[in-house]
């Protein structure tokens, strides 16, 4: 049925704007270019969650290329109990930009980085292939020095941001605890992400918590499938009767790797019962679709741990929405996740493809709508002075105590600096601006025309 609407849609569009030549981003002739910005709102139109909120004026071709268009409509995106627009994340890319995202190739230096105070900027994550993984980087390590920027502070985020992840050299002067500072040179290069950070067992006062670090639902999802296996596979035969999945920076990704990382969450009670609900609008409702439960594996978890902050977006929230109907699922972490309650397939637009949101995401009980992101059950700031796996981290100490103890305790700061919220709160803004390189979505897939 899909298809067949699909290509009803795509006949239509074809008579109404003739979309049969190719454009690149910054070429071709005006009426190419207006053909492939028209075509992209008539897209919308059809596709849009929102689509009868776009002003019939909307003029497509006063912007430069589809992603504009996208970003364009995001205003037109009112819900019921929210006082502005709920779209963050309606976009459109080049295909050719496209297979590198959904891919995990990347062409920075590899290393992420977050304020831990106003003037203690500290690398957060490493990717393992890539230059900064190359160089022996861990996160934890303080960032003293970037090029000739000796003033690291929350003033000059921008500056930062273009330094980081937009420059192709870098010379950087690292601190490390109980070490000497370090120079280090790095030449961006292209490198695949690899997702899975770290996955490790420790030993509690009540049994074993297995504590698996994923940073995004992109890549290689026949290799994160089997690494999936592998990793649950060896925690039924340790005897895991906890769990943490970290999620603190992962934006989200393919919601095909989203179900199969719920499918060894959820416990017996879940098999078979409704996972998520993707709903359409008012002229797609034939394309609705509900996805159940396949229980994998044989853990059988009664609550599970999300360690979470603004970062934790699309798929990853849909993780957690999925799972509460059967899980007492914890959340810990510096703030609220992001709010991503929706999500979109890509639509080939001659050499592009548009990511209008299309969807809405429930789950077994009908609920959805998280615009304001899910409340973490403990407010724990990020522990960005240590590395992963590190049982003193913020983050992770708070969920191994609550497991041990049946409680967390007060609010923790940077450096286990108790009743921090008012510094957790004050380095949201520059944080935030961190973290937007970092991919939010949850994709379902791309539509290929017929």
């Not at 497509?60 to 970003?71: G, K, L, S």
């Not at 627009?85 to 080049?94: H, L, N």
């Not at 041990?404 to 510094?423: H, I, L, P």
């Amino acid at each position: 049925m899909r298809s067949s609407l699909f290509l009803l849609i795509l006949l239509a569009a074809l008579a109404a704007v003739s979309c049969n030549k190719k454009n690149d981003k910054g070429g071709g002739s005006t009426s190419d270019k207006d053909k492939l910005l028209d075509s992209s709102l008539f897209y919308a139109r059809e596709l849009y969650l929102w689509y009868d909120q776009i002003p019939t004026t909307f003029n497509p071709r006063n912007y430069d290329d589809p992603n504009e268009v996208m970003e364009a409509i995001r205003p037109y995106s009112k819900e019921t109990g929210f006082s502005s627009a709920v779209d963050r994340w309606s976009f459109a890319v080049t295909e050719e930009e496209w297979n590198d995202i959904s891919q995990g190739i990347a062409g920075d230096f590899g290393l992420g980085v977050f304020f831990a105070s106003n003037s203690d900027l500290r690398v957060s994550y490493v990717e393992k292939a890539s230059p900064a993984g190359a160089a022996t980087i861990k996160r934890g390590w303080r960032i003293k020095k970037i090029n000739n920027m000796t003033s690291i502070s929350t003033n000059y985020v921008d500056a930062i941001v273009d330094a980081i992840f937009y420059s192709s050299n870098g010379t950087f002067v690292f601190g490390r605890d109980n070490k000497a500072d370090t120079t280090i040179t790095l030449t961006a290069t292209t490198y695949v992400e690899q997702p899975i950070i770290l996955d490790t067992i420790y030993t509690t006062g009540n049994g074993k918590a297995g504590y698996l670090v994923y940073n995004s639902f992109l890549g290689d999802t026949t290799r994160t499938k089997q690494a999936f296996a592998d990793i649950f596979t060896e925690w039924s035969q340790e005897g895991v009767t906890d769990a943490i999945i970290d999620l603190r920076y992962n934006g989200g990704g393919y919601v095909l790797l989203q179900d199969e990382l719920a499918n060894y969450l959820v416990n017996s009670s879940g098999n078979n019962q409704v996972m998520e609900k993707q709903v359409f609008n008012k002229k797609l409702t034939s394309w609705n679709e509900t996805t159940n439960f396949r229980k994998k594996g044989s853990l059988n978890l009664s609550r599970l741990f999300v360690i979470v902050s603004q970062n934790t977006a699309s798929a990853s929230e849909l993780l957690i929405n999925s799972l509460r109907p059967f899980l007492n699922v914890q959340l810990v972490g510096p703030s609220n996740t992001h709010g991503k309650a929706v999500g979109y397939f890509g639509y080939p637009v001659e050499d592009w493809l548009i990511f209008p949101v299309s969807f809405r995401t429930l789950n077994k009980n009908n609920e959805g709508n998280y615009f304001d992101g899910f409340t973490p059950n403990a407010q724990v700031a990020d522990g960005l002075d240590k590395n992963w796996g590190d049982v003193t981290e913020n983050c992770l100490a708070a969920a191994l105590r609550y497991i041990n103890t049946g409680v967390y305790t007060q609010s923790v700061g940077t450096n286990g600096n108790r009743t921090g919220q008012t510094e957790i709160r004050e380095l949201l803004p520059p944080n935030k601006e961190l973290g937007k390189t970092r991919f939010k979505g949850a994709v379902a897939g791309i539509r290929q025309l017929p």
